[in-house]
Each structure stands twice: as C-alpha cells, then as structure tokens.
C-alpha cells in the first residue's frame, strides 16, 4: 500500500536528543536482519531452553496441587503428607491456637508467649519463600513503618510501599499475601498484574486510637485468617460510649465480612458489668440459599506455556494458525506484547484448554507455516499485556552511507552516534508500526474515531527551575480519562490537539463498544541496555537480501541491544542515524 505524505511528514517531524550528524542505511532487508527476542520478567531470554518452570519465585514453594483451592481463605486445608509442606502445616498451627482469643487478663501471658512462637514460626515460613535480601527488605520495611508511626510526626507524605516482584503462580501469591499479612498485621498486600505490593495498614492504626496495639494486631490477623465459625473478643469494656465507637468503625470498615454484638463478660460484677465486644464472620453466601456451582464449573482449566518463534509472519497470522491447529480459539492465547512482522521474533505464550502433549503433537505440522513451539510445559495462570522485562535486538542495517553532504568518515560517524544515544538514549516516541506505517488507514485515526462515537506529580515552576528533576525522570500524558495534564506550555499543547481533533469534552469512554481509555505516563527518554555492534560486509552476514541480485559487497552494522518493554528498536535506530528507518 502507498504510504500518505501527510502521515510521513508528521513522523519525519519527530525531534531527536542528541547532536551528531548520523548515517543513513537499510533495515529489515529480510527477516533475518531483525531478530527481536522477548525478555521474561526473570531477566531471561526466552529463546533459551529451560530445565524448570519459569512460574517460580527465588525458592522453591510445595506444589501447587498440594494447597487447597482458595489458600488465601483457607490454609487449614492444605497438605501434610509430605515433609515440603512443614512450613505450611506450622502457620497452620498457628491460625488454630488463635481461633478464639480469650478475654480474661489473667491468660494474656500465654496469649503472648503463643503469638511470640507463631511469629518466629511465620517469618521461618517467608524466610523459606522470598530470598534473604527480599525478606530483610521487607523487615526494615516493617520496621520503618513502626517507628514512622510512634513518632510524634504523622506521616504526611503519600503511603509508601514496598513491591516484593512479580509471582506469577496465584497458588504462590495467595499463600505469600496471607503470610506475610498474618505476620505484619498492620501492613496490608495489595496484587497489580501479579506484582506483590506491601503498604501500611492505615485501617491498623486507626484502630489502635481505640484499642490497644495488641488487640488491633490480633484482630487483623483474626480478619485475614478467616477462620469459619471463629469468633474474636475485645477485651472487656465498661465504656458504652467506647464499645459504640469500636462497632461503629469494626461495622464501618468490615461490615460487609463481619457483624459485632455486645456480651456481658462471665462472672461480671452485677453493678458495674464489663461488656465484651464480639466479632463473629458473617454467614457465606451459598449457606443463605444459593446453589453451588456445577462441578464442570469447579474443574481446573490446563494452561500450558511455550516459546514460540515465528518468521516474517503478524501475530495474528500465527495465532490463528496456532488456534486451527489445536482446534480453540484465538482469545485462549496470551502473551505479554506484540512483534514485528517482517522478523524472526521469540516470545513467552500460554495457551489454555491444550494439554502439553497436544501442543507437542503439532511441532512438525507448524514449522510449514514458519513456526516453531519449545520450552513447552504446563503453568498455572494465562500471560497478560506488559507481563515482560523488554527485548532484545540483533539488528542488521545494511548498505550505510553518509548523510547527504556529509564527507566525514564513515566508521567514525557510526561509532559517535551510536556511543551519543548509548549515553544519552532517545526520545522515547511509539514507533510507527504501533500507528500502521505504510497503510491508507491508520490505527491513530481509527482510534480517534472510536473515541468521537463516529463508529506526573505535576512539575511546578518553582522544582522546574531548581532543576528538582533530570529530563529522564520526565514522562509525558498518553491521552485517557484518569490522566493529570501540565499546566504549563506542554499542557497547552494537548488542550490545543483535543480542540483540533473535536475531544474537548471526550470523556475517553464509548459505552456501545464498552472502550474504556484510562491513559498512561510515558517516559521522555529511554536507554538501550547491553549494547554492542560490529561493522562488516555483507558477505560477512551470510544473508541473501531479498530482491538483490548484485554481489558488490557494501559495509553493513550489526547492532545488538536491549531495550525495556513497549520501546521500539526502530525509534532507537533513527536516533542513532538520525534518519527516519
């Protein structure tokens, strides 16, 4: 298809970072000039083969199938008969002797002793999951949090948090977030795409203006624990107005999981009695008249893992060939991004309802089609979009010359564009793939017509001219509607492009198509990683261009780099030659 002049003017237009002069060159001469190669969230790359499951956090956890299915809710029921599951059967231990936390002052010595001995129990349990630095982390950060809040200074600042990484098997998280929640009971675990992130519990210290530290501790873990049938006293209270303060924020805050009421503490005085503020969990919801599900519904799904390496082939090609094969659909793929066409690309894929023998038994079948399947295996979740480190490159850009009146030389000016953006990288634009480069209908367009129904902090001038930040910490507004623009020069401009394309009022959601576009923050500027290059003829390549019948030999560059996930290799390419690729 012919490319439109408008849409090449515009991407011609794109400002560079740096100031040499650059090259000019060919790229994607065949497919085996752009070898892009997908980066798991390990730092692996994914074209290498693999002796274990890549769903592993730093130390090996007790088999999935050995936990019950809602871990989270119920880890009294996980296996014993083996002696991996030690860790598991002793926080087990634990929730039991805590089923019923007494109220009577003269028992709270063993209470103690009990809570001293199942706390060094569970950080023996997270010493076993998370490796030593992520566990001592996770200490200080405890700690931290701690003496933040006993100082006299309230934290003003926004809620700090601590990521533990990405664990990518739900069986592992749950048990990861109920362990370390009933260890730090005042911290909370919140999921964002299978990434563990650990914030203060600011509900925990609300509580403590009512209670004492020691109850709040335990009636957090009694929360997170759920316990059936269990129940947790307050101790005993001759305060009315105090109780009504504690089921007020007990009923407020967890209402919807519990229910409190008010008992006279046994053998009570008469005259001035105490009265014990009772927690109990509500009753669940099946028990109160609704069926359970059928057992097809209850029956695990088989999600199995593999590489796929395709060449000169869209994605969508190769899934639907994948999903004919098969014999499912295109959606029971998953990935964590997209890849070139006209390339050799490896990337991580999971398919669901396909057991690893039947992907197996179409290797042979597929390689017709250009495509191969390895590092097969079985997993316990889909992949999602961005679930990825980045990619790396092997680039080949043949037939280099100078700029157009430029007589420098040649080797000297690919060594300074390539050391400039190495130091100083490059603007960290979409490349233009991601907007259908060379086609009469673009995706941008497309989009902005879905939009019309036509079917950071934000930097202050005073931090701006302190030079609080570096232009690397700097990331720009991707339209959406849960976006903060700038109110400075820069957010005049995004106003005066809505006003231009008719979106002064879009409210960036179209219900008929339920389209919801929340928008992004997109770093200014981004760096290759590992880069290294080498200049050769192409005789040296050993690669037969398509379409060339000459056997003159040209200077090529070989150039190999990593770049982070959702940057494009092209837009690093044209910083470097300054030449639009």
């Not at 390496?309 to 094969?325: D, H, T, W």
Request: hydrophobic letters at 35%; proline letters at 4%; charged letters at 30%.
């Amino acid at each position: 298809m012919e490319e439109d002049t408008d849409y090449r003017n515009r991407f011609s237009s794109l400002c560079f970072i740096n100031d040499h002069v650059g090259f000019q060159g060919t790229i994607k001469s065949s497919a085996n000039d752009f070898i892009v190669i997908e980066i798991n969230e390990q730092g692996q790359l994914v074209n290498r083969a693999i002796d274990e499951p890549v769903y592993e956090i730093s130390k090996v956890l007790p088999e999935p199938n050995n936990f019950a299915k809602k871990p989270k809710l119920d880890l009294h029921n996980l296996s014993s008969e083996d002696g991996s599951n030690q860790e598991v059967n002793t926080l087990t231990r634990c929730y039991n002797g805590d089923q019923h936390h007494q109220s009577d002052s003269e028992k709270e010595g063993p209470i103690n002793d009990r809570t001293s001995n199942c706390e060094e129990e569970k950080s023996d349990l997270l010493s076993s999951f998370l490796d030593e630095k992520t566990n001592e982390l996770l200490n200080r950060f405890a700690c931290d949090i701690k003496e933040k809040w006993k100082s006299k200074n309230e934290l003003i600042e926004p809620s700090p948090e601590l990521s533990l990484g990405k664990i990518l098997d739900k069986n592992q998280r749950a048990i990861l977030h109920s362990a370390i929640r009933q260890k730090f009971p005042f911290l909370i675990t919140v999921g964002k795409n299978s990434e563990i992130v650990v914030k203060p519990n600011l509900e925990f210290k609300e509580l403590c203006h009512l209670v004492s530290e020691e109850e709040a501790f335990d009636f957090f873990k009694y929360l997170d624990a759920k316990k059936e049938n269990s129940k947790f006293a307050f101790k005993p209270d001759t305060n009315k107005d105090h109780r009504k303060a504690v089921h007020h924020f007990v009923n407020k805050k967890f209402g919807n999981l519990v229910e409190t009421k008010s008992f006279p503490e046994q053998n009570h005085n008469a005259g001035n009695p105490n009265i014990v503020v009772t927690v109990r969990f509500r009753e669940k919801a099946h028990k109160r008249g609704k069926r359970p599900l059928p057992e097809c519904q209850e029956r695990k799904v088989v999600y199995t893992a593999f590489t796929l390496r395709k060449e000169n082939l869209e994605m969508s090609e190769a899934v639907g060939c994948l999903a004919i094969k098969l014999g499912v659909i295109p959606s029971d793929f998953s990935y964590a991004g997209l890849k070139d066409k006209k390339a050799i690309t490896y990337q991580a894929m999971v398919v669901r309802k396909v057991t690893p023998e039947r992907l197996k038994n179409i290797e042979k079948e597929i390689e017709k089609k250009r495509m191969n399947v390895f590092n097969i295996r079985p997993v316990g979740d889909s992949l999602r979009l961005g679930q990825l480190k980045g990619n790396h490159f092997d680039i080949v850009i043949r037939n280099l010359k100078n700029q157009i009146n430029d007589f420098a030389n040649l080797r000297e000016r690919i060594s300074e564009a390539i050391e400039n953006v190495q130091n100083k990288g490059f603007v960290n634009y979409y490349g233009p793939q991601r907007f259908g480069k060379g086609r009469k209908v673009h995706t941008d367009q497309i989009g902005l017509a879905l939009l019309k129904s036509e079917m950071v902090h934000l930097v202050t001038e005073e931090e701006e001219s302190a030079n609080t930040y570096a232009i690397h910490q700097v990331v720009l507004p991707v339209f959406g509607y849960n976006i903060q623009y700038p109110k400075n020069k820069v957010g005049q401009w995004y106003h005066e492009i809505f006003s231009r394309d008719g979106l002064e009022t879009c409210r960036f959601k179209v219900p008929a198509l339920k389209l919801n576009v929340p928008g992004c923050y997109r770093p200014i500027l981004k760096y290759p990683h590992n880069l290294s290059y080498q200049l050769m003829g192409d005789r040296d390549t050993n690669v037969e261009m398509e379409g060339s019948h000459t056997h003159q030999t040209t200077l090529s560059l070989l150039i190999s780099f990593d770049l982070d996930a959702s940057c494009y290799a092209t837009i690093c390419l044209r910083e470097i030659m300054k030449h639009d690729v």
